[in-house]
């Protein structure tokens, strides 16, 4: 008897691995997805009726006769029928060209098979050839969901289609390595996985621009300071330099050398980009005019302060990078928005003060919790009145960086317009308030009712459904 049952095993311990990176990858970048994860082995044509047709999942299909039938479904035939393709003419490939045309037909052959089985969902697969079996790889994401990141990338490369390739292309490898008494496993975690599709999401994105290593690149630009300032700013991509410069510089600057392009980075914001091409950083863009001059978006990096950015598709976020690891991240209101708050509660402030209160507000963001910021004029005063309802600190200048330990509590953070912090913790008070919605939650309603019945105020709620409010009394 053929040894079936202990190469089967084999490939069970397989999909157990490559299951549980699918989900835990795709549930971590969004819970929403309820990926489903599912392996098919189909043998050759020379081991047909000697080896077994096998699937391996976690829910049961009632698939009948259809796997063990594959050859005859209709999409089969008509795909073993096209010509080899100019790239698979030569067996100097990992497949004969045969091979690779009988793969590609049963996995179209396959897709339609399962697709009637997995209604509203995007179901993406792979296959390789390995002791005889054509082996595949399915992925199934809800449709809904997937449809949404895709629309956010304007239909283009997104961080869910990448890390799903960087997933396929684990299971190829661990096939290669895999022999008849030992199968390989994937050993990369969760966190490593989604880097390594953040890294080929950018390196796509970086071909417009000759730069392949552009996730790196931007690593490397947003861990540096200048003048002892972490950088915050823009970089619009702009392949063949279709984006009109509103300052042109005479000599392009290499975005690879990293303290010229950070030392730039310093004039821009989300108005005013550095524009980047193949020739490196040409000049400054002027937002306002550049979609209605390229009549398109564009890809953008925004800098939000030392060793934190984020991919931008127009006004999109893509996905996050924080301190090396990513992760699809809440759209960031415009920084104008929060300007114009501080502008017209306090006529006095600063552009220094609006900028240090930005770099806060864009690190309590960029957290996977809640919070409130009060920005007072009365903070001491409102922490001493406060005193029974927050956590008093002895005060201090608050960053980016300390804005992710206040936060970890409950409450209010309360700080002044130089971002002095008095207090943590703080359970705002206030009179009931018309202004309330009953839709939002406790967080939101409590703020609207502070901020009507303290005066001198500006607060930031950030929600844990993503949704961010600049609040003036």
Partial sequence: ???????????????????????????????????????????????VGTRPVWIHARDEYEWGDALEQIRTHEIYRSECERPVPLSHRSSGGFTEPEVFVEGEALLLALLSVFQPHLPQQQCMGTWHWHNNYFIFLFTALNQRVYDGHADRAGGKYHLLDTSVRILQSKFVDTLQKSSNYKVEVIHDNHHSLIRQGAELLLQEIGTQIDIYDLFDTCQSISILDYENMEGIGWLAIAPEQQLPAAVELK???????????????????????????????????????????????????????????????????????????????????????????????????????????????????????????????????????????????????????????????????????????????????????????????????????????????????????????????
């Fill in 1 to 47: 008897m053929w040894k079936s049952r202990a190469v089967l095993a084999l490939y069970e311990v397989l999909y157990m691995s490559v299951e549980h990176s699918a989900v835990t990858v795709l549930q971590t970048l969004d819970a929403r997805l309820h990926p489903k994860v599912f392996m098919v082995g189909i043998p050759d044509r020379e081991s």
């Fill in 251 to 473: 000599t392009p600057v290499d975005l690879t050398d990293f303290r010229a392009s950070r030392k730039l980075l310093e004039m821009s914001n989300d108005t005013f980009p550095l524009l980047v091409s193949t020739q490196g950083i040409y000049g400054i863009g002027d937002t306002t005019r550049l979609l209605r001059v390229s009549q398109k978006n564009y890809y953008s990096i925004q800098f939000l302060g030392r060793n934190q950015w984020q991919l931008m598709w127009g006004n999109q976020s893509l996905m996050l990078v924080r301190f090396g690891r990513v992760s699809l991240s809440r759209k960031l209101p415009g920084r104008h928005n929060f300007q114009d708050a501080l502008e017209r509660k306090f006529p006095y402030v600063t552009p220094r003060q609006i900028n240090r209160l930005w770099r806060i507000v864009v690190g309590a963001v960029q957290q996977s919790i809640g919070t409130i910021l009060v920005i007072s004029s009365q903070a001491q005063a409102e922490a001493q009145r406060l005193r029974n309802e927050s956590t008093q600190v002895v005060p201090f200048r608050l960053n980016s960086h300390l804005i992710r330990v206040v936060v970890s509590i409950d409450g209010a953070v309360l700080l002044d317009l130089d971002a002095k912090c008095y207090a943590i913790g703080v359970i705002l008070d206030g009179m009931a308030s018309d202004s309330g919605d009953p839709t939002r939650g406790s967080r939101y309603n409590s703020t609207i009712r502070y901020a009507e019945s303290h005066g001198d105020c500006v607060a930031v709620v950030i929600s844990n459904d993503g949704m961010i409010d600049f609040i003036a009394s």
